[in-house]
């Protein structure tokens, strides 16, 4: 299982890399990594294992941050009640779409490969469409509006080599961009 002391943190070079693409069918090894990936989440998520792990929460983990230069992210994202937004592995993504609306998260952003907290609004798209493939090679589109939409930016981000307070205003952290929502 994939624990905290596996994950890359800021200052690695891996994390400001461009992944590579995968081919397809993919090998053992990264289906493998891709089930290791979901699983952490999974782990990070619930209350007992992750305080016996000592994990933090993830609702997204892209594989730079486990030190693999490719494609690939996973993503789970909780609704209400227990209820799953988002489950899904998404290899070689591109956002096809994005709205001129842009959101912010009320409390910012914090990412598991930055162990420090670096205050200020994160601004991204409100809406995006992204294409990917599946594990399977199948080509899916996914079309994302807010916060499952913000976790989608923030880990396809990983895979070209960016962490989230690059999109933070140096001189105002918190100043807004016009068409800017605050999601709380
Ligand atoms: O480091 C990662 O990529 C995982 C991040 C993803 C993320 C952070 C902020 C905003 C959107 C996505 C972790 O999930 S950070 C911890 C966390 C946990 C639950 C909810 C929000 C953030
Ligand atoms: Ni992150």
Redesign the pocket.
Known sequence: MILMKD?VRDGDPVLRATAQQLDFPLNDETKQLAHDMMEF?VN??DPKIAEKHQL???????AP?VGQSIQM?ALLVPGEDDEILLQEVIVNPKITRSSVRQAA?A????????DRDIPGY?PRADKVTVRYQNLDGEEKELKLKD?PA??I???I??LNGHL?YDHINQTEPFSLPKNTIILS
């Open positions: 994950i989440l990070s998520q933090r929460a993830g609702v997204g983990l892209a941050q992210a998260l409390e910012g952003e914090g990412c598991l490969s930055v994160v916060y913000i976790v930016q923030h880990e981000d990983h989230f």
